[in-house]
Nanobody
Framework: VQLVESGGGLVQPGGSLRLSCIAS????????MNWYRQAPGKQRELVATITRYFTTDYLDSVQGRFDISRDNARNTVYLQMNNLNPDDTAIYYCHTLLTHSNYWGQGTQVTVSS
């Protein structure tokens, strides 16, 4: 299983970024896909989830600003992040489960700063 994220970077407060995660080694369409983040000195937290049925769930602090989506034809999950603020600064990780094992991408840095 391989998960490869991209799309991070430096953005000003109020700006937007779209993260992508390309998955291989799994039957992508059957998997729930997650985005987590970890800020310096803090625990990793679940930001957004999308199931195989396209149902979604979000961390309260990103609800209404972030949008998770998936393209099963491209084995890709996206995280559209709008109205970013400095508290969103973190490394963002793509995640899925396969037979009770956790799989993570390498992470992509998102920095929100003026």
């Amino acid at each position: 299983v391989q998960l490869v994220e991209s799309g991070g970077g430096l953005v000003q407060p109020g700006g937007s970024l779209r993260l992508s995660c390309i998955a291989s080694g799994i039957i992508f369409s059957t998997h729930t896909m997650n985005w987590y983040r970890q800020a310096p000195g803090k625990q990793r937290e679940l930001v957004a989830t999308i199931t195989r049925y396209f149902t979604t769930d979000y961390l309260d602090s990103v609800q209404g600003r972030f949008d998770i989506s998936r393209d099963n034809a491209r084995n890709t999950v996206y995280l559209q992040m709008n109205n970013l603020n400095p508290d969103d600064t973190a490394i963002y990780y793509c995640h899925t489960l396969l037979t009770h094992s956790n799989y993570w991408g390498q992470g992509t840095q998102v920095t929100v700063s003026s």
